[in-house]
């Protein structure tokens, strides 16, 4: 039996963002406070993830806080040839202050503001709900540049994203914004239809966890918004249900699964071994469960 749009329905409305609007204001002035070790340096803070994209289902609390260190950058040149790589490096000072020190000094700037609620991840910093804030991460990171040309400073070409490291040293770049901007013109594309079906998606997704049907931590919403973001806009439909039938029998049985991008369209969606890639195996586990869980309903 298949899920009733009724549910569906249900499903794809946007969670609460008061809450995580007054999160983010808070959190936000305390990085940009004009005390703090980089006040005198280039930097930006911007919200990521589902709260950023309108894709947050009510299940949700996390707010993903970006702060990008601007002074300095690191970049990829393998697009380029030796000479223009060479030239590249030489066109750019080494810089003084750089991602270790600048994510040090967030780290200060977070603990004297919330002390023990803070709390080094991986990669960011999870500050602990308290009262009406709700829990945060926050993302120290600076410019990243993937470059395509150099011919100078006056004659390049590059896509720009963020750069971090992992515990374990590994750098991982990412693109958050062309995220963002690419989820909301594939969204108008498809008639205002791809974030509701995004949510619907997620919260399919947390059932059928809780069910059994699919372990936690293997469908991460960043790769669900992927997934939806190859679906040609024609499977996209007013009724839920036929959107997700058609979504899932697009991917299932038409798709080149090792072309899907994802949605920021820097990196294939499906990868094993890649930090920023879904590995195939959780994509399929995702894929079985949803079609279960749709015909078990």
Not at 29 to 58: C, H, M, R, W
Not at 137 to 143: E, G, K, Y
Not at 181 to 188: G, R, W
Request: overall charge neutral; glycine content about 4%; hydrophobic content about 40%.
């Amino acid at each position: 039996m298949a899920i009733p749009e009724a549910q569906l329905e249900t499903w794809s409305h946007q969670g609460a963002i008061a809450g995580s609007s007054a999160t983010y204001a808070t959190i936000k002035n305390v990085l940009e406070s004009a005390t703090t070790p980089y006040a005198g340096k280039s930097y930006k803070v911007f919200l990521q993830g589902s709260y950023d994209n309108d894709t947050n289902i009510y299940a949700e609390s996390d707010v993903d806080i970006v702060i990008r260190l601007d002074d300095c950058f690191e970049c990829d040149r393998t697009a380029l040839t030796p000479v223009a790589a060479a030239a590249q490096v030489a066109a750019y000072a080494k810089a003084t202050y750089c991602y270790a020190d600048f994510k040090a000094d967030v780290f200060a700037v977070l603990r004297k503001a919330f002390l023990n609620a803070v709390t080094p991840g991986d990669k960011a910093f999870a500050i602990k709900a308290e009262g009406n804030r709700r829990k945060a991460d926050v993302l120290p990171c600076v410019a990243f540049k993937r470059y395509y040309k150099f011919n100078g400073l006056y004659d390049q070409s590059y896509t720009e994203g963020v750069c971090f490291y992992d515990k374990a040293g590994n750098q991982i770049s990412n693109y958050p914004l062309q995220h963002c901007e690419n989820l909301t013109t594939k969204h108008k594309s498809s008639k205002l239809h791809l974030k509701p079906m995004i949510r619907v998606l997620k919260n399919l997704r947390s059932c059928a966890i809780d069910k059994g049907m699919l372990s936690q931590g293997v469908a991460p919403s960043y790769y669900l918004e992927g997934l939806l973001y190859n679906v040609p806009d024609d499977k996209f439909s007013t009724f839920y249900g036929e959107t997700f039938v058609n979504a899932i029998n697009w991917i299932q049985r038409e798709a080149n699964k090792s072309v899907l991008v994802t949605a920021n369209e820097q990196f294939y969606l499906l990868r094993d071994g890649v930090k920023t890639c879904w590995p195939k195996a959780d994509a399929e586990q995702f894929l079985t469960a949803a079609i279960r869980h749709w015909n078990e309903w």
